[in-house]
């Protein structure tokens, strides 16, 4: 069965510093992994994917994630964090082969970014 | 940009009372979803649906049903709300393959 872990609830960084989200999955076959961020009181927005090719993904407001495939993970990084990028950071994972359409969320890291 | 809407931000049933949410898209996504989100829990699939008139139990199907008569809209039933189904409900939509989903602002379901 799919699964994917958030270790962290919360991360806290300085304005400035670099911040990593970590997030480690489990499927069976090759995995389509996902992050996905929420603002207070909305949905939740694609920030990236990861589906083949190059292990770092590149996505929205200067975020970027490594693809591990020896340590299943995907940890979610920004070199500069910024006090805008305070919000809930979810990770997700689908595995096409078996899961068909389902994504599987982890349970969510709150990122705070202090001035 | 592809739009998903869901037609309340909040609502607020009595148990026992039938609710009913509402999700449209319009971009003609195939596959739509309907996920709870709870503190701690992160969001668990309730249904979703790959096709008109198709619909699949997710992780946590008990005390839903879903309906889905257009491709574009897939309605979330509550058949007697009862207070432990209190929770941000989110429906999202995708395509067939790869990419992510988009999501609803979301429905806050109170039952009292």
């Known amino acids: 069965a799919q699964s994917v872990a958030q270790p962290e609830d919360q991360v806290n960084v300085a304005e400035g510093n670099p911040l990593t989200v970590k997030c480690t999955y489990s499927?069976?076959?090759?995995?389509?992994l996902f992050w996905y961020v929420q603002y207070p009181n909305r949905g939740l927005q694609f920030l990236l994917k990861?589906?083949?090719?190059?292990?770092l993904v590149k996505g929205s407001y200067g975020f970027e994630a490594e693809f591990n495939k020896s340590q299943t993970s995907f940890h979610l990084k920004k070199p500069s964090a910024l006090v805008s990028d305070s919000a809930l950071y979810f990770c997700?994972?689908?595995?096409?082969?078996?899961?068909?359409?389902?994504?599987?969320f982890g349970a969510g890291t709150r990122l705070f970014v202090k001035a | 940009d592809v739009k998903v809407t869901q037609s309340s931000r909040y609502l607020v049933k009595r148990t026992g009372e039938k609710v009913f949410l509402e999700c449209v898209q319009d971009?003609?996504?195939?596959?739509m979803f309907w996920y709870r989100q709870d503190p701690g829990l992160g969001l668990r699939l309730i249904y979703f649906?790959?096709?008109?008139?198709?619909?699949e139990k997710g992780d946590i199907p008990e005390g839903y049903s879903v309906s889905r008569e257009k491709n574009e809209r897939f309605s979330l039933i509550l058949e007697s709300a009862s207070t432990n189904q209190t929770s941000m409900y989110l429906c999202?939509?995708?395509?067939?393959?790869?990419?992510?989903?988009?999501f609803g602002s979301g429905t806050r379901l109170t039952v009292v």
């Open positions: 997700a994972v689908r595995d096409p082969y078996t899961g068909g359409f389902k994504t599987i």
């Open positions: 990861y589906i083949t090719g190059d292990n």
């Open positions: 499927v069976s076959g090759n995995p389509y």
């Open positions: 649906s790959y096709d008109v008139k198709m619909k």
């Open positions: 999202a939509s995708s395509e067939q393959v790869g990419p992510g989903y988009t």
């Open positions: 971009m003609d996504h195939e596959n």
